[in-house]
């Protein structure tokens, strides 16, 4: 179970890729949004996260200018990356839900 609480922010960051690529603000933002900031990407977090997904071909990147006129890279899902999303979410509710059941619970006298 310790690989799957790891695996997690690379599961948030695919799922945020599913639609259009983004740049690493707009990731860190999408995440933020989207968990109404309960969740928080620091960029120390972020940035070799995005690295180990690159490396492992879940996802590309591109060097870009940004809305803003910046100069960003833009990282997108490959095929291999929305494979693991599907597989790893699936695992990852079915999880979730467990712990979720567990915390719920009435504790048992034993």
Do not use: C
């Amino acid at each position: 179970t310790g690989a799957l609480l790891q695996g997690t922010l690379g599961l948030l960051i695919l799922k945020a890729l599913v639609v259009q690529e983004q740049h690493g603000y707009g990731i860190a933002r999408w995440i933020a949004d989207v968990s109404g900031d309960v969740l928080e990407i620091e960029e120390g977090s972020l940035y070799p996260a995005l690295r180990r997904l690159e490396d492992r071909g879940l996802i590309g990147s591109r060097w870009a200018v940004t809305e803003n006129n910046r100069r960003a890279r833009y990282y997108a899902l490959t095929p291999a990356g929305r494979r693991h999303l599907r597989d790893d979410a699936s695992t990852w509710m079915h999880f979730s839900r467990a712990v979720t059941r567990v915390l719920s619970a009435e504790p048992a006298v034993v």
